[in-house]
């Protein structure tokens, strides 16, 4: 069975910090990327962060210096270090795990920053 599972999504507030994790189950091979999308209300899906296998990343503007991505390949698992938080990063988050094949996502994990 291919997983592809998201955790770690909470309420926080504004300026607070969040870890996300996004583990795949290990009969994904040859993962090319790992990545972390969002969707809110109203709004398009769009890139947070992307790791890729040779250890390069990819952010969003928005996001830049705020959080960081990071992987475990041993785990095939991404993380998502989210500090300093706005309103506005409240989003459902997907993990998006590709190979050369297609693209496995997370069911997502929903992150609300409010005070």
């Known amino acids: 069975q291919v997983l592809v599972v998201e955790s770690g999504g909470e309420l926080v507030e504004p300026g607070g910090s969040l870890r996300l994790s996004c583990e795949a189950s290990r009969n994904i091979y040859s993962i090319g990327s790992m990545g972390w999308y969002r969707q809110a209300p109203g709004k398009q899906r769009e890139l947070v962060a992307e790791i890729f296998t040779g250890g390069s990343t990819n952010y969003a503007d928005v996001v830049k210096g705020r959080f960081t991505i990071s992987r475990d390949t041993a785990k095939n698992a991404v993380y998502l270090q989210m500090n300093s938080l706005k309103p506005e990063d409240t989003a459902v988050y997907y993990c998006?795990?590709?190979?050369?094949?297609?693209?496995?996502w997370g069911q997502g994990t929903q992150v609300i920053v409010s005070s």
């Open positions: 998006k795990v590709a190979n050369r094949l297609r693209d496995y």
